[in-house]
T-cell receptor, first 113, second 114 residues
Framework: DGGITQSPKYLFRKEGQNVTLSCEQN?????MYWYRQDPGQGLRLIYY???????QKGDIAEGYSVSREKKESFPLTVTSAQKNPTAFYLC????????????FGDGTRLSIL | KQEVTQIPAALSVPEGENLVLNCSFT??????LQWFRQDPGKGLTSLLL?????REQTSGRLNASLDKSSGRSTLYIAASQPGDSATYLC?????????????FGQGTTLQVKP
C-alpha cells in the first residue's frame, strides 16, 4: 500500500542533543513537508521541499534542519538550538500541482528527558 | 496576516444528530481549502478539498461548503456516529504558487455520544 511512514513513533531528546526524525513515502510525490503540532494549536510549517536537492524554510524553521537527497525521503533534524522541541511532528507529501491534497504520516512525538 | 479560525474548539452531540463545523479565514483570496480528520495520536486524513471556484464538495455523509466573500467554510456531517469522534481541521492555501503551503485552523474536537 502506498503511504507515508514516519519513525520512530516516540522519541526522547536529552539536553544539547540533536535528533533526527525519519519520513519516507512511496507515493512518488514530488513535494514533501514537515509540520509541528502543539496542543490547542494548528499545524505550523517547519520546512518543505518541492524537488530533490531543494528545500525551503517554513514559518518556524529556526532550530531545525532538513535534507532531500532522495525523492522518497525527507528527514528532519531537531538541533540543540531548538529550545522548545516537545511537540508532535507530522510529515506530509503531495503530487506536483497546487490542487492536490496533502497526505500525512502518523507522526512522531518528541519529548525532552 | 492570513489566519484561519475554527469555532468551537470542542463539540459534543448525541448519535444521529446532524452537525456543522465552522472555519473562517481572514483573506478571501484563497486557492483552495481542505478539511482533515485527526484521530488521537495519529496523522491527518484528507476528507474534502474545495477549489476556490467551487461552492461545495460532498463525500458520503460529509458536505463541505465554501463562501469566499464572507471568508467561511462549513463541514456538514449528517447522521453522526460515534466513529465520527475525532478532531477536524481546516486548512487554506493562498495564492497560485506551487509551494502547497497550508495555513491550518486550531481544529474542532468532536465527540459523538452513543
Amino acid at each position: 500500500d502506498g503511504g507515508i511512514t514516519q519513525s520512530p513513533k516516540y522519541l526522547f531528546r536529552k539536553e544539547g542533543q540533536n535528533v533526527t526524525l525519519s519520513c519516507e513515502q512511496n507515493l512518488n510525490h514530488d513535494a514533501m513537508y514537515w509540520y509541528r503540532q502543539d496542543p490547542g494549536q494548528g499545524l505550523r510549517l517547519i520546512y518543505y521541499s518541492q524537488i530533490v536537492n531543494d528545500f525551503q524554510k517554513g514559518d518556524i524553521a529556526e532550530g531545525y534542519s532538513v535534507s532531500r537527497e532522495k525523492k522518497e525521503s525527507f528527514p528532519l533534524t531537531v538541533t540543540s538550538a531548538q529550545k522548545n522541541p516537545t511537540a508532535f511532528y507530522l510529515c506530509a507529501s503531495t503530487e506536483d500541482g497546487s490542487n492536490q491534497p496533502q497526505h500525512f504520516g502518523d507522526g512522531t512525538r518528541l519529548s525532552i528527558l | 496576516k492570513q489566519e484561519v479560525t475554527q469555532i468551537p474548539a470542542a463539540l459534543s452531540v448525541p448519535e444521529g444528530e446532524n452537525l456543522v463545523l465552522n472555519c473562517s479565514f481572514t483573506d478571501s483570496a484563497i486557492y483552495n481549502l481542505q478539511w482533515f480528520r485527526q484521530d488521537p495520536g495519529k496523522g491527518l486524513t484528507s476528507l474534502l478539498l474545495i477549489q476556490s471556484s467551487q461552492r461545495e464538495q460532498t463525500s458520503g455523509r460529509l458536505n463541505a461548503s465554501l463562501d469566499k466573500s464572507s471568508g467561511r467554510s462549513t463541514l456538514y456531517i449528517a447522521a453522526s456516529q460515534p466513529g465520527d469522534s475525532a478532531t477536524y481541521l481546516c486548512a487554506v492555501r493562498y495564492g497560485s504558487s506551487n509551494t502547497g503551503k497550508l495555513i491550518f485552523g486550531q481544529g474542532t474536537t468532536l465527540q459523538v455520544k452513543p
